[in-house]
């Protein structure tokens, strides 16, 4: 049984196809139309899937849609009516697309792909659980969802038993974690949806001197993690912005302009509501464990992608074991309903050695060595071919001598995080390479932290973590043993340039670090190389973060790879078996007015 899963029109399209139940393939629609979390219909991502599985739409049992449309616009009206006339505005500007587009996704999806086959939609939330426990190593779960809003659910919590996954308590919307995450990365100048990473990154510069006031005046948290939020201070109900003037009078003053300076407010903002969130997170977890009986947990949702939420959550040794679907957003959605229809709806039974069934999440296109050489070879680009082991053994003496490389190997990632196969990597022993990676490689804000990937044998050798961390998914705290005695009276971005450790450029400044854990068995080239970094080093550690500038989705094509490496300042890019050298390279005759967007002061 072939089936496929859709999810689009919010943000982060994306599809994901099933053969029997096993993923086959997953990728984000930006991936192929180079438009940072494009929500249109995932042609190119079907496309995709089609190819990988050897199908056509003909050969699919099942159509999934990641959420059911007549109730998000039941929700949507309701909303429209309770705020009137205020929400007026709102409703003008968003009904006519919903009338024209939204709503007719199954007349959609039939036209577009020329199916006439079963149309499955499931809720979000049910989405969101599905791509949790589903691929999840646990016959039985605790699953807690947790992001925006779906269609009225905000957050849920289930509980997963073989193939059947039952809901036992949800909140409702207006009130909603993801909303007030988002509400505040608004209020600091990032962009929702978006920005939310930065905000995350942001807290450990400021103090959580506003956490009071979140809880006396925006939110009244219940012991179980459920809260309500005083629409009084928020606009997302009825207006075209997440906050009001009563928000900004009750912190000092209006928003942060977008790329304007970042003050002491907006660090103290971002540490008192991540304190809240993690607070939050941890009430609604032990709630969930509360209800199931169960020591095992499974997270989805946008909130889900909030590392340092979920690293303390590990940390306090209330579950035997946490899994984190690594992509938790919307654009796991697709998966999630493709999983929904195979094993709750068509009640097909789980392999009984269960396993983690993301395959690493590399789970996107890739290029062969042939193809890459036609590439290179049409494109006249001077490039050598080596073979595996001096592949590795160049690419990591560049490495040790502090040379930036851009690593694009085998299958892409399917989320938000690069894993190791479309990689800018580094040398995290340096002072300088934070500073090199953020504002010459990356074209972003300067505060900013990079993740270590780490082999997954020598993970507690450097940091205070026990067990695995494929996915980027966990923040924990660099070892003692490992750090340095600093001035802890500096504030603000004063913080940010001490060397704070043996590996400076992956340490932040509250001395944490967003940690993947590298396996020989589901990544073996990525782990052979950083095996050979720690042989010249004795450092068994590289930066790893996603190969694309600011405002640019991950690469998926060489082309891709080869166009950002020439627009930025990395030294070495390695695709396949192929290595280019920028000094090698012909200058490049093009225009480049896109970096003024993003080179920051």
Same mark, same amino acid.
């Given at each position: *049984?072939?089936?496929?899963?859709?999810?689009? +029109?919010?943000?982060?399209?994306?599809?994901?196809?099933?053969?029997?139940?096993?993923?086959?393939?997953?990728?984000?629609?930006?991936?192929?139309?180079?438009?940072?979390?494009?929500?249109?219909?995932?042609?190119?991502?079907?496309?995709?899937?089609?190819?990988?599985a050897n199908c056509t739409i003909d050969d699919i049992q099942i159509v999934a849609f990641y959420d059911k449309p007549f109730l998000k616009f039941e929700r949507l009206l309701e909303s429209y009516l309770a705020y009137a006339p205020f929400g007026l505005k709102s409703a003008w500007k968003g009904? #006519?697309?919903?009338?024209?587009?939204?709503?007719?996704?199954?007349?959609?999806?039939?036209?577009?792909?020329?199916?006439?086959?079963?149309?499955?939609?499931?809720?979000?939330?049910?989405?969101?659980?599905?791509? =949790?426990?589903?691929?999840? #190593?646990?016959?039985?779960?605790?699953?807690?969802?947790?992001?925006?809003?779906?269609?009225?659910?905000?957050?849920?919590?289930?509980?997963?038993?073989?193939?059947?996954?039952?809901?036992?308590?949800?909140q409702k919307f207006p009130h909603s974690i993801g909303l007030l995450y988002s509400a505040f990365t608004y209020f600091t100048g990032f962009k929702v949806n978006s920005g939310e990473y930065k905000l995350m990154g942001l807290a450990p510069y400021g103090s959580p001197v506003y956490t009071d006031l979140i809880y006396e005046h925006l939110i009244d948290l219940k012991s179980d993690g459920s809260f309500s939020m005083n629409q009084q201070y928020f606009n997302y109900t009825s207006g075209l912005t997440m906050t009001n003037k009563k928000f900004a009078n009750l912190f000092g003053g209006p928003p942060r302009k977008a790329e304007s300076a970042i003050t002491q407010r907006e660090m103290d903002l971002a540490a008192s509501i991540q304190q %809240?969130?993690?607070?939050?997170?941890?009430?609604?977890?032990?709630?969930?464990?509360?209800?199931? &009986?169960?020591?095992?947990?499974?997270?989805?949702?946008?909130?889900?992608?909030?590392?340092?939420?979920?690293? @303390?959550? !590990?940390?306090?040794?209330?579950?035997?074991?946490?899994?984190?679907?690594? $992509?938790?957003?919307?654009?796991?959605?697709?998966?999630?309903?493709?999983?929904? =229809?195979?094993?709750? +709806?068509?009640? *097909?039974?789980?392999?009984?050695?269960?396993?983690?069934? *993301?395959?690493?999440a590399y789970l996107g296109p890739e290029w062969t060595n042939t193809e890459i050489e036609s590439w290179v070879c049409r494109e006249k680009l001077p490039a050598q071919f080596l073979d595996n082991d001096k592949l590795i053994q160049m690419t990591a003496d560049y490495l040790s001598k502090g040379r930036v490389v851009g690593w694009f190997q085998d299958r892409m990632e399917f989320g938000p995080r690069a894993l190791g196969n479309r990689s800018i990597l580094g040398d995290p022993r340096s002072e300088e390479m934070q500073k090199v990676l953020n504002?010459?490689?990356?074209?972003?804000?300067?505060?900013?932290?990079? =993740?270590?990937?780490?082999?997954?044998?020598?993970?507690?050798? +450097?940091?205070?973590?026990?067990?695995? $961390? /494929?996915? *980027?998914?966990?923040? =924990?705290? %660099?070892?003692?043993?490992?750090?340095?005695?600093?001035?802890?009276?500096?504030? &603000?971005?004063? @913080?940010?340039?001490? !060397?704070?450790?043996?590996? /400076?450029?992956?340490?932040? %400044?509250?001395?944490?670090?967003?940690?993947?854990?590298?396996?020989?068995?589901?990544?073996?080239? +990525?782990?052979?190389?950083?095996?050979?970094?720690?042989?010249?080093?004795?450092?068994? %550690?590289?930066?790893?973060?996603?190969?694309?500038?600011?405002?640019?989705?991950?690469?998926c094509t060489p082309e891709d790879a080869y166009k950002c490496f020439m627009r930025t300042n990395m030294d070495v890019l390695v695709v396949g078996n192929h290595v280019f050298l920028k000094e090698d390279q012909p200058t490049q005759d093009h225009d480049e007015s896109w970096k003024e967007e993003f080179v920051l002061d």
């Open positions: *049984m072939l089936i496929l899963g859709i999810s689009c +029109y919010y943000h982060d399209s994306a599809a994901a196809i099933l053969l029997d139940g096993i993923i086959v393939a997953a990728a984000q629609e930006e991936r192929f139309t180079r438009i940072k979390h494009d929500q249109e219909f995932p042609h190119n991502a079907i496309e995709y899937c089609l190819k990988t009904l #006519p697309i919903w009338i024209k587009e939204k709503l007719w996704i199954s007349d959609r999806i039939k036209s577009e792909l020329k199916y006439e086959g079963k149309l499955l939609f499931p809720e979000h939330h049910q989405s969101h659980a599905a791509s =949790a426990f589903f691929p999840s #190593p646990f016959k039985e779960s605790a699953i807690l969802t947790m992001d925006g809003v779906g269609e009225w659910t905000t957050s849920s919590i289930s509980h997963g038993v073989n193939n059947k996954i039952n809901l036992i308590a949800e %809240v969130t993690e607070e939050i997170v941890f009430r609604s977890a032990i709630h969930a464990k509360k209800l199931t &009986g169960s020591r095992n947990l499974c997270l989805a949702g946008g909130v889900a992608l909030n590392c340092v939420s979920n690293g @303390k959550l !590990k940390q306090c040794n209330e579950f035997d074991s946490i899994w984190v679907q690594p $992509s938790s957003g919307d654009a796991g959605g697709a998966l999630g309903a493709a999983l929904f =229809a195979w094993f709750q +709806y068509s009640d *097909m039974e789980r392999n009984p050695d269960i396993s983690d069934n *993301m395959s690493g504002l010459k490689i990356k074209f972003r804000e300067s505060f900013r932290p990079f =993740a270590p990937s780490v082999l997954e044998e020598k993970v507690s050798e +450097y940091f205070d973590f026990e067990g695995v $961390s /494929p996915y *980027m998914l966990m923040v =924990a705290s %660099v070892k003692k043993n490992r750090l340095h005695n600093l001035d802890e009276q500096k504030v &603000g971005f004063d @913080k940010l340039y001490q !060397k704070r450790s043996e590996l /400076p450029a992956i340490t932040h %400044v509250d001395n944490s670090a967003r940690i993947q854990t590298v396996s020989k068995k589901t990544n073996p080239k +990525y782990h052979a190389l950083i095996s050979e970094f720690e042989k010249l080093t004795g450092c068994p %550690v590289l930066i790893n973060t996603s190969f694309n500038v600011r405002g640019e989705p991950i690469v």
